[in-house]
């Protein structure tokens, strides 16, 4: 027994001997515990966190992926991720054994997801329910891979939500032509909207442009960082994914808004945000916008699909777009399939073509046998 009375404070503390990575003896000692039995129960839990033992409940477990996998994300990707653990898995499984959860558990928070509903009363969208099993799914693959859990219990419960097309909204170009005169008193909405509409980049990587990520010689975008604004501090990070990284050609029209909009800013050095505005006065500016033209409302992401969907209308393959906007070409193919021209009837027609061909060439006669 390693738990002790602190008798000058009247409070208990706890004393742990453990072997660290290196193999080096090392003392942990808590301090503060009211009781006895808490003091007990943290010594255990430090035990259990120590020797990797899934005996320990979710909620220990989770500190244990947060060391091994915060050190390996982006701050910002870890901070996404902290928030859909702590806000909608510990409050269900922080208490349960981890080796002692079932699919059946599984399936029943499975339920209270779709039982529950958001702040303002709608539903959680099917892709956000995707996003969140998939937090949960990444625990329990990671206590699999590296510490002897024998299965993941949520890829046996099966999918809780699904990319669903009809979520997807997106504006034609002439709703959106509709919507841009609304901004023309504001430079700085105006030319943030033609950017995300005209190129299809992300609010972040909008947020991180420089003058010196500009060349008006080939009109491109050099796309090498994305800008968030994470528990008050400014964070400058690298886009998305590997494939985000890219140049994008602006069509000539905006280039031409772009220099004049840049020659109109005073003092900007070639290192300065272009945009030093927040995503809740964009936000703003979109109910403003669409109120004021009669355009629905969507999100600002949503300019991004809108910027695909008119790509994928103009007849450009799902490469050359993924090229552009910095996606997998098969996410592209996935997620907007319901937007290319389907090509079944093409392919059946070629087909009976070659098919007659086929029994053209050949003999018209058919003998009997005797």
């Known amino acids: ?43 255990m839990h430090f035990k259990l966190q120590k020797a990797s033992s899934l005996d320990m409940t979710f909620g220990d477990f989770y500190k244990i992926y947060e060391q091994d996998v915060k050190p390996k994300v982006r701050y910002n990707t870890w901070c996404s991720k902290q928030h859909i653990i702590e806000t909608k898995l510990l409050p269900y499984f922080k208490d349960l054994v981890m080796r002692d959860i079932t699919p059946r558990d599984i399936i029943q928070w499975q339920n209270s997801m779709r039982e529950g509903s958001k702040k303002n009363g709608g539903e959680y969208a099917g892709t956000y329910l995707k996003t969140v099993q998939a937090q949960l799914s990444c625990i329990f693959n990671h206590a699999v891979r590296f510490y002897q859990l024998p299965n993941n219990p949520v890829r046996i419960a099966g999918a809780l939500g699904q990319y669903d097309s009809d979520e997807m909204k997106f504006w034609t170009k002439e709703e959106y032509m509709k919507f841009i005169p609304t901004m023309t008193n504001k430079t700085y909405s105006y030319m943030a909207f033609e950017l995300l509409y005209w190129c299809g980049i992300r609010l972040g990587e909008l947020r991180a442009l420089t003058p010196s990520d500009i060349d008006f010689e080939t009109n491109t975008l050099s796309i090498t960082k994305s800008y968030q604004r994470i528990q008050g501090q400014d964070v400058i990070t690298k886009p998305k994914t590997k494939k985000s990284i890219r140049k994008v050609v602006m069509p000539d029209t905006v280039a031409k808004e772009m220099r004049d909009f840049l020659d109109s800013i005073y003092g900007l050095e070639q290192e300065d945000r272009i945009f030093p505005i927040s995503k809740s006065y964009l936000h703003h500016e979109m109910d403003r916008g669409a109120k004021e033209s009669g355009v629905k409302r969507i999100r600002i992401h949503d300019l991004r699909h809108s910027h695909i969907s008119l790509l994928i209308e103009m007849g450009f393959s799902a490469v050359a777009i993924a090229d552009r906007v910095g996606h997998e070409s098969i996410d592209i193919t996935y997620r907007y399939a319901h937007l290319f021209p389907s090509t079944q009837n093409e392919m059946a027609d070629r087909l009976s073509d070659l098919r007659s061909d086929d029994a053209e060439g050949g003999d018209s006669d058919v003998s009997e046998k005797p």
């Open 1 to 43: 027994m390693a738990v002790y009375k602190d008798k000058s404070r009247g409070t208990w503390y706890a004393s742990v001997l453990y072997v660290d990575w290196t193999g080096k003896r090392c003392r942990k000692l808590k301090r503060g515990f009211a009781t006895k039995k808490e003091a007990q129960e943290w010594e």
